[in-house]
């Protein structure tokens, strides 16, 4: 008798006694979707299978998703001009390419250059349409990536050895100029952040008694370790300007992390180790360099929490911030976003345990990072003499454990 295959016409109200049905894959016809195609709502089962379905619909949708990213762009000074260099090397890069194998498929038009060498603002719009494809090309070949300067993390500065707070946790020293000039608290902001290193609170932190009526748990060492993972690996991602992209930073934390994307607990340094070493190999992150570029991330780890506390509280204030802009940014999405309201939630409570990790790191003892990071740099040692590529730990789902209450309401 040939198998009965049914649709989601076919039965409702699923339960834990009768499933829910599956459609099968339109495409290969062997596995059952997970997906349905955005424009012709096709359901498909694989990458694979969305690719081959129908070229016009991928090609479509990228573009359209292209071209509506750059038009919600709104770049400052700052980017504008490093954006300018980006063409300027582009296109010395091509002339030379274009010398060299006399092929003239990759050259601005005389139009454009001439914009560019002058200094003026060029938008995707004012491109030509064989612009347009060519400049779509090189940033899906990551040819244009090259061509970015990579960026210094600030942890590995000398200077970040350095920083001083008040007994508070509040900044300790402003520049000089700043007080004279009585500079506003934005600009303060941006002139630190020039500097490479982040800035540290503006008002003082509440204690713990405030927040819990509990003592804290003993697991948030170990929670900690998973926090300033996601950290490193958001801006090691994005050349270190995550307010080029507020949401897509904070969205990149939430799936790397976790206790903040999860409501995991982790039990100890090896299982949060080995969570974030999952994820940076996962599909979504392996192109980025898999389980070497997360080893790296295990050493900005250790040299983060060897800094000392107020090194980790401008780190978990950066963080923080972080999240807010993603929240600003957004309320100011339209209202089709999928998930908004499962975003914010996220985002909110994500915030909230931020900003009581930073309260907890500012009552620590000092010496309480570097045996810390010691610890780190053991399970990274542990992970290699293992071999690495092979299967992490196991790990027990804990996001589903509700009995214990690490964080309570503020």
């Not at 003993?218 to 926090?227: E, F, G, R, Y």
């Amino acid at each position: 008798m040939a198998e009965t295959i049914l649709t989601s016409e076919n039965l409702s109200n699923p339960s834990p006694l009768n499933p829910p049905s599956r459609v099968i894959c339109h495409v290969c016809q062997k596995q059952f979707s997970q997906y349905t195609c955005p424009r012709c709502n096709s359901r498909y089962c694989s990458l694979h299978c969305y690719k081959s379905h129908s070229l016009r619909c991928t090609e479509s949708f990228m573009q359209e998703n292209v071209v509506e990213e750059l038009r919600q762009l709104q770049p400052d000074d700052e980017i504008k001009r490093k954006m300018l260099e980006i063409l300027k090397r582009f296109h010395s890069e091509e002339e030379t390419h274009t010398l060299d194998e006399d092929d003239d498929d990759s050259t601005l038009s005389d139009e454009t250059i001439q914009k560019i060498l002058s200094g003026r603002e060029v938008s995707f719009d004012d491109l030509s349409l064989e612009e347009k494809k060519r400049f779509q090309k090189a940033v899906a070949s990551g040819e244009l990536s090259k061509m970015i300067e990579p960026w210094d993390p600030w942890w590995l500065n000398p200077a970040a050895g350095t920083i001083c707070l008040s007994r508070d946790g509040t900044r300790l020293v402003q520049p000089i100029a700043n007080l004279e000039a009585s500079v506003p608290p934005e600009d303060d902001l941006e002139s630190n952040e020039s500097s490479g290193i982040p800035v540290g609170p503006e008002t003082p932190l509440p204690s713990l008694r405030k927040l819990i009526s509990t003592e804290p748990s003993p697991l948030l060492a170990v929670h900690l370790v998973d926090i300033v993972y996601s950290y490193c690996f958001t801006l090691r991602v994005y050349n270190g300007e995550w307010q080029s992209d507020a949401i897509g930073s904070a969205m990149v934390v939430l799936s790397i992390s976790c206790v903040l994307g999860q409501a995991g607990q982790p039990e100890t340094v090896r299982e949060a180790v080995s969570y974030c070493l999952e994820q940076t190999c996962s599909p979504a992150y392996r192109h980025i360099g898999g389980l070497q570029f997360g080893l790296a991330l295990v050493d900005d780890v250790a040299t983060l929490l060897s800094l000392g506390g107020p090194a980790l509280i401008c780190m978990l204030f950066d963080l923080q911030r972080m999240i807010q802009a993603g929240e600003k940014e957004l309320k100011s999405e339209k209202p089709r976003m999928l998930r908004k309201a499962e975003i914010k939630s996220k985002l909110k409570l994500a915030e909230r345990k931020v900003h009581f990790i930073m309260c907890w790191v500012h009552e620590q003892p000092g010496e309480a990072w570097s045996s810390l990071g010691a610890m780190v740099k053991a399970e990274k040692s542990s992970f290699m003499d293992y071999g690495g590529s092979k299967s992490f730990s196991k790990r027990e789902n804990k996001a589903e454990n509700k009995g214990k209450v690490l964080i309570e309401e503020m």
